[in-house]
């Protein structure tokens, strides 16, 4: 007879057999369940079985450690936990481990709390996988915590704990910190002097870090390529052209062998500090031209804005991996081609190669940068397909992204999934809100901030210096030094002088900017400058100028207000002298221009532009869209156009910007009145564009969006988001 035989796929009930035999089985269930929903069917079936409690403890911790990588999984993973009757120590700590190395670090803090609640025992093996959580999650109040649990438990003298403890502080920002718990370690090796090195590096404290070199070699202990590298690589990403001499002298005279990582990291450095030159001539003496040099050298020519350049070594490697790849599409970004930096990433994912989320960050700043709408939900999904969403610094990209691309429901809606939250991801939304013209909710997401940093005080104060909330601005101002204990900085100094100015409370904002505790700088200035010629305080608003050029003598905004200011009050001969100083100087008024994205292409026009191959068609729109808005009150508004020439020209100039362009183009190619038109406009609009803008949503009723260089307006039904305040 035969006999029949039953095979047990992973997710069936095993047969009644011997208990290691049904074990074996839940083990592989286990081991080959590759979705949360499966890990629950074995959870089932190891509650259905007759286990002891350390078999069945044994099983339940492996569905742990095998539910940490799968996305939505720490309540259930906690819930499990919470059930097991006795778990031994070093399987806790293997826990630990293992989380501290995942993409949510900051679940290992979160296990230590739910476990602690339940009794949950800690050894001395369990810190450095916590302390480690702590610091790859810039969890400080965390890592302080378990620090006071180590110094409670008598473990605060363990060497492996103590260098944990240096990480996370570093790591952290807390330099000091870290500096004591160095300061007490009885033995220190290369591995907690790389790391305070580094510390001092990551804090800009580059004087630090060459007396520590010195203490380390009177130590007897002598610094590696790693060390070396560490402060190169700082360096490089800093500028400090100084201090990398000082190494890359230390490396000669200690006769350091360069590998390549030491190698890239000098050309790093130089190249970061914009000696070009330099970095080039040690590329060209490298014997091998490994792939790590070679995209240091990308880098190198990308942040020196020769973008070029980078691409023609790009060219000359033969198998490009992912940084290489990050690397240019990084250069595009930061070069102003962000476009270029959007097609590279579709050139490497054809070539087989997976971003990371380097890369994706990369990306996402390109879009934000590009403001292209239709290519920031492609982006999305390009995320969503790699799972990068439950990384908290790709949410916090997304919501800059978003919001800079118009889409604020967007913004809002990364912002309302994250399960974490820090204070970038809730500044980024209240920067968000405050782009967007919409104060209220700025504040209303601020006041539910518990540990605000300074840059949350630059965005809410942006919130309400462009909504005219003065005694609102105020007041968060006082609060940030008397409660939150922030001292305030050229930013926070430059958002006041910008929130009077615009509420046209020069004499405050003067008196602001004469009482600071600091020199002005460009910035302040410049706002004070902005705010005399929205309000028509001339006399001021050239003083303002006279100081900016005192600290920057090519800034063209600052001439072109002097030559506007002149041309208002006919003095053609200042005209005449300004411009041509600003000839003499090489210094070009930048041009107005806007972009709209129209299927998934980036169309951009001048004033005036005719460039365009469906040129005649717009033009024939724009007759239409000026002619339909006269009959609703429109007239062209030549006070804008500050040229000595006749009225009808002057009527010419200004019906012939480019935003108008823009739009004409969008009504001609968007059919869907449901869909708003988004327009990029480099420069501020000018108020006869802003009240262009007003009534063609009205009478065509389309909502239109237009970034301009400082905030978003949303036309609808004829009114604008900024209520005229801008």
Avoid at 494 to 508: I, S, W
Avoid at 605 to 617: E, G, N, R, V, W
């Amino acid at each position: 007879m035969a006999i029949m035989t039953h095979p047990i796929t992973p997710f069936t009930t095993p047969p009644t057999t011997h208990p290691k035999t049904t074990h074996l089985h839940l083990s592989t269930s286990i081991s080959k369940a590759t979705s949360l929903s499966q890990l629950k069917q074995v959870h089932t079936q190891i509650l259905r079985q007759n286990l002891s409690d350390s078999d069945s403890d044994s099983l339940l911790f492996n569905l742990i450690l095998s539910s940490i990588p799968l996305p939505s999984s720490l309540h259930y993973s906690l819930s499990v936990f919470s059930t097991l009757q006795n778990p031994r120590t070093h399987l806790i700590n293997k826990l630990f481990r293992e989380l501290s190395r995942s993409k949510e670090p900051h679940n290992a803090l979160l296990f230590l709390e739910n476990g602690r609640r339940n009794g949950l025992e800690v050894d001395r093996f369990s810190f450095p996988p916590l302390l480690k959580a702590a610091s790859r999650a810039f969890a400080l109040r965390e890592g302080m915590e378990i620090h006071g649990l180590g110094c409670k438990l008598g473990f605060d003298s363990d060497p492996f704990i103590q260098t944990a403890l240096l990480g996370m502080y570093a790591n952290c920002g807390h330099i000091q910190d870290a500096r004591l718990v160095f300061d007490k370690m009885s033995e220190i090796d290369i591995v907690a002097w790389d790391i305070m090195i580094d510390g001092y590096c990551q804090n800009g404290l580059f004087d630090d870090v060459l007396v520590l070199l010195e203490e380390m070699r009177s130590s007897n202990v002598e610094p590696d390529s790693r060390v070396f590298t560490t402060i190169l690589s700082a360096c490089g990403k800093t500028g400090n052209l100084a201090i990398g001499k000082v190494i890359h002298e230390l490396i000669s005279e200690n006769n350091i062998i360069a590998d390549s990582r030491l190698q890239s990291s000098l050309i790093s450095m130089y190249s970061g500090c914009g000696c070009m030159d330099f970095a080039q001539s040690l590329y060209d003496k490298l014997s091998q031209k490994n792939l790590v040099v070679s995209t240091a050298m990308i880098s190198g020519y990308s942040k020196a804005g020769q973008v070029e350049a980078a691409r023609s070594i790009f060219d000359q490697i033969t198998n490009k991996d992912l940084v290489c790849w990050s690397a240019m599409i990084s250069g595009y970004a930061e070069s102003d081609q962000p476009q270029e930096g959007l097609k590279f990433l579709d050139e490497m994912q054809a070539s087989g190669v997976k971003p990371d989320q380097v890369t994706m960050l990369s990306v996402i700043s390109a879009c934000a940068n590009l403001g292209a709408l239709d290519q920031a939900k492609r982006i999305h999904l390009i995320v969503d397909k790699y799972r990068f969403r439950e990384a908290l610094p790709v949410n916090n990209a997304l919501i800059d992204m978003f919001a800079k691309c118009g889409y604020l429901d967007g913004a809002r809606g990364v912002f309302g999934q994250m399960r974490r939250k820090n204070v970038i991801s809730w500044t980024s939304m209240i920067s968000a809100y405050a782009i967007h013209g919409e104060a209220d909710q700025a504040l209303m997401l601020f006041r539910q901030m518990k540990e605000p940093n300074w840059i949350t005080f630059v965005a809410v104060l942006y919130a309400c210096s462009h909504a005219g909330l003065v005694d609102e601005g105020q007041h968060i101002f006082s609060s940030m030094m008397n409660e939150y204990n922030i001292t305030p900085k050229l930013e926070h100094y430059g958002c006041m002088v910008d929130l009077y100015g615009r509420a046209n409370r020069l004499r405050e904002a003067l008196e602001l900017v004469e009482t600071m505790p600091m020199a002005p700088n460009v910035v302040i200035w410049g706002s004070l400058m902005a705010a005399c010629r929205i309000h028509g305080e001339f006399e001021l608003g050239e003083f303002a100028a006279k100081r900016l050029l005192e600290l920057d003598p090519e800034h063209d905004g600052a001439y072109v207000f002097l030559s506007n200011f002149y041309a208002k009050g006919k003095r053609w001969e200042n005209v005449g002298e300004v411009r041509q100083l600003m000839k003499h100087k090489g210094i070009l008024k930048e041009r107005g221009h806007s972009k709209i994205e129209m299927d998934h292409e980036i169309h951009e026009f001048l004033t005036a532009d005719k460039s365009h191959k469906h040129a005649d068609d717009i033009y024939a729109k724009l007759d239409e869209v000026v002619c339909k808005l006269m009959q609703v009150g429109y007239a062209p508004n030549t006070s804008v156009v500050l040229i000595d020439v006749d009225e009808d020209k002057k009527k010419d100039v200004v019906l012939l910007h480019s935003e108008k362009l823009a739009l004409c183009y969008g009504l001609l190619k968007s059919s869907n009145r449901g869909s708003p038109i988004h327009i990029i406009k480099n420069l501020r609009i000018c108020e006869d564009c802003h009240s262009f803008m007003k009534l063609a949503s009205k009478v065509f009723e389309r909502e239109i969006v237009v970034r301009d260089r400082t905030r978003f307006h949303h036309y609808r039904g004829g009114s604008c988001s900024c209520k005229d305040y801008w």
